[in-house]
Nanobody, 121 residues
Framework: VQLQASGGGLVQAGGSLRLSCVVSGRALRGYAIAWFRQAPGREREFAALISGDMTRYGDFVRDRFTVSRDSAENTVYLQMNGLKPEDTALYFC?????????????????WGQGTLVTVSS
């Protein structure tokens, strides 16, 4: 299984970005797909999850992000609105078995290379 994340970039505070994660090698069905982020000097942080019909979000998201899936394209999206400078980080998508411990990075087997999101004030 390979994951390819894209869609990062530079945006002003209050702006939006849509990240994409293309999954190849296996169908999305049966996998939990999550987005994590990592800022310099900080630990990797859970942002969002889509697993079957279930979606979950990290505490910092507060209704600003939406995770979705296009099964035909084997792609998972993360729509990010109301971006803040503190959202600046490298964003990763990850795939793994469905688990209750979905906020933990170690729960995921496969990782994409990350896409950089920079939010200017």
């Amino acid at each position: 299984v390979q994951l390819q994340a894209s869609g990062g970039g530079l945006v002003q505070a209050g702006g939006s970005l849509r990240l994409s994660c293309v999954v190849s090698g296996r169908a999305l069905r049966g996998y939990a797909i999550a987005w994590f982020r990592q800022a310099p000097g900080r630990e990797r942080e859970f942002a969002a999850l889509i697993s079957g019909d279930m979606t979950r979000y990290g505490d910092f998201v507060r209704d600003r992000f939406t995770v979705s899936r296009d099964s035909a394209e084997n792609t998972v999206y993360l729509q990010m609105n109301g971006l803040k400078p503190e959202d600046t980080a490298l964003y990763f998508c990850a795939a793994g078995p469905k688990t209750l411990k979905y906020t933990l990075a170690r729960s995921y087997t496969y990782w994409g290379q990350g896409t950089l999101v920079t939010v200017s004030s």
